[in-house]
């Protein structure tokens, strides 16, 4: 634990980096900490700080950085909580109050719109299939011999399907046979019995619809992932190798979901620099939030910007966005 006078001066170098991505010096820390001590002991206390490896200096100039020490400290112990303004606040929902169309479209919007509020590339990752509950299920006949399912999960994943079916058969039949799915088909790999209408038509194509639902739930890829605002990080490095190597890693899908997960995993909402595992990253921060419907985890938002971003007002949008497409999610997209 530090000081209260080193953790002032520690606050003061991250808030006044942050502000103008600039070392800062004992003279900038002194007028913004408030310390009544000599500028000579301002910078003892800054060489004490680099030796514990809260700070480091970039180059021979008197001014110094954050270490990702440095910002794991200030976003633990020293700063301030923050909320999105009412303005930011009232754009938020009136976003989701007017959100429309399929899961995957809301989840693009919802990382387009995320980027644009923050100015950091958004990653909203969606829910995975086959891992929820059906909450409703319909058939749809396309054409005299194909139809497809549509399945809705209780965590607002959808999936479709098609399957084909009799010419012959009539559409109450079609519907007969879906209800008879929809009855027993509850969550994937669990055991069904599906009981028999007496009209043979119904009951093979119940079969049918049923094997198509299992096939499709154990062959299902990974949840989808939503990157918006990749240019954003561009504007926000000086050198062009490294927006490069951040560029590729936010192209591969995979690789977003697994970053993302492992955060959530060790329990954390941020992420500094080398904590991401990812050496492309190393000087990138990461912010989570997971996305919750019914009191289950469907997916999760984020923002990927430098190690020098602004943390409290990250971690409060990602907070107010996850928790209202978690409810817009609740309500049926």
Same mark, same amino acid.
């Given at each position: 634990m530090l000081s209260d006078r080193k953790a002032a001066i520690l606050q003061a170098v991250v808030e006044?980096?942050?502000?103008?991505s600039e070392p800062i010096g004992s003279a900038q820390v002194g007028r913004s900490a408030g310390l009544d001590v000599s500028p000579a002991t301002i910078?003892?206390?800054?060489?004490? *700080?680099?030796e514990d490896g809260y700070l480091h200096q970039p180059h021979t100039s008197a001014g110094r950085v /954050?270490?990702?020490?440095?910002?794991?400290?200030?976003?633990?112990? *020293?700063?301030? /909580?923050?909320? /999105?303004?009412?303005g930011q606040t009232q754009k938020?929902?009136?976003?989701?109050a007017q959100a429309q169309g399929e899961l995957e479209r809301m989840l693009r919007d919802t990382s387009a719109f995320l980027s644009q509020l923050t100015h950091y590339a958004a990653v909203v990752v969606g829910p995975p299939p086959t891992n929820s509950p059906v909450r409703a299920m319909q058939v749809v006949r396309l054409a005299t011999d194909q139809a497809m399912i549509v399945v809705v999960h209780a965590n607002a994943?959808?999936?479709?399907?098609?399957? /084909?079916?009799?010419?012959? @058969? +009539? #559409? !109450? !039949?079609? !519907?007969?046979? +879906? +209800?008879?799915?929809?009855?027993?088909?509850?969550?994937p790999g669990e055991s069904r019995a599906l009981e028999p209408s007496g009209v043979e038509a119904v009951d093979i194509v119940a079969g049918l619809l049923d094997r198509a639902l299992a096939n499709a739930t154990e062959s299902a890829d990974g949840p989808e992932v939503y990157v918006e605002g990749a240019s954003a990080v561009a504007g926000l490095? #000086?050198?062009?190798?490294?927006?490069?190597?951040? @560029?590729?890693?936010?192209?591969? %899908?995979?690789?977003v979901v697994t970053l993302v997960k492992d955060v959530i995993d060790r329990g954390l909402t941020v992420a500094i620099g080398s904590e991401t595992g990812m050496a492309p990253l190393a000087e990138c921060s990461l912010v989570v939030a997971p996305v919750e419907v019914d009191g289950e985890t469907?997916?999760?938002?984020?923002v990927l910007g430098p190690t020098r971003m602004h943390y409290p007002e990250a *971690?409060?949008?990602?907070? *107010?966005?996850?928790? %209202?497409l978690g409810r817009r999610l609740g309500e049926g997209a």
């Open positions: 006044g980096y942050i502000t103008t910078r003892n206390e800054m060489v004490a *700080l680099e /954050p270490s990702d020490k440095g910002y794991r400290y200030f976003v633990d112990t *020293l700063m301030q /909580p923050a909320r /999105p303004d009412t938020i929902a009136q976003f989701f994943a959808i999936d479709r399907i098609l399957v /084909p079916v009799a010419e012959d @058969l +009539a #559409d !109450d !039949d079609l !519907d007969t046979a +879906a +209800a008879a799915v929809a009855r027993v088909w509850t969550s490095f #000086d050198a062009v190798e490294k927006v490069k190597e951040v @560029l590729l890693v936010l192209e591969k %899908q995979y690789t469907t997916g999760t938002v984020g *971690l409060a949008t990602v907070a *107010l966005v996850s928790k %209202q």
